[in-house]
Nanobody
Framework: QPQLAESGGGLVQPGGSLRLSCAVSGFSLDFYTIAWFHQAPGKGREGVSC????????NYADSKKGRFVISKDVVKRTVYLQMNNVEPEDTGEYYC??????????????????????WGQGTQVSVSS
């Protein structure tokens, strides 16, 4: 059974940095694409970034491009989201999700949540001075 567990959330000042981690188990990162999603208070969930299974293809939401970086450590079975130059609008719950490469993409990954079947519980990020 695929399992994902997020960590690393917390309070950060505008312009600061934070690194989120998504520890995965029960499946191989060779065959599953991992994505990060953001749900701001009172708003719907939106895709932030994804990294393709079996490779390093990445994709970013326009609002995060240039500030966030996704990466993975296959040995540690962990996917990271490095958040730089954070803004108050980045506040919210962050979820990681896994989708099979046949659905979520391999050479190019997709940020639509319908392509991801397994989700973590989320980690809260608050950007405030």
């Amino acid at each position: 059974q695929p399992q994902l567990a997020e960590s690393g959330g917390g309070l950060v000042q505008p312009g600061g940095s934070l690194r989120l981690s998504c520890a995965v188990s029960g499946f191989s990162l060779d065959f599953y694409t991992i994505a990060w999603f953001h749900q701001a208070p009172g708003k719907g969930r939106e895709g932030v970034s994804c990294i393709g299974g079996g490779g390093d293809a990445t994709n970013y939401a326009d609002s995060k491009k240039g500030r966030f970086v996704i990466s993975k450590d296959v040995v540690k079975r962990t996917v990271y989201l490095q958040m730089n130059n954070v803004e108050p609008e980045d506040t919210g719950e962050y979820y990681c999700a896994a989708g099979h490469i046949g659905k979520a993409g391999k050479l190019a990954c997709y940020l639509a949540d319908r392509r991801y079947d397994d989700w973590g519980q989320g980690t809260q990020v608050s950007v405030s001075s």
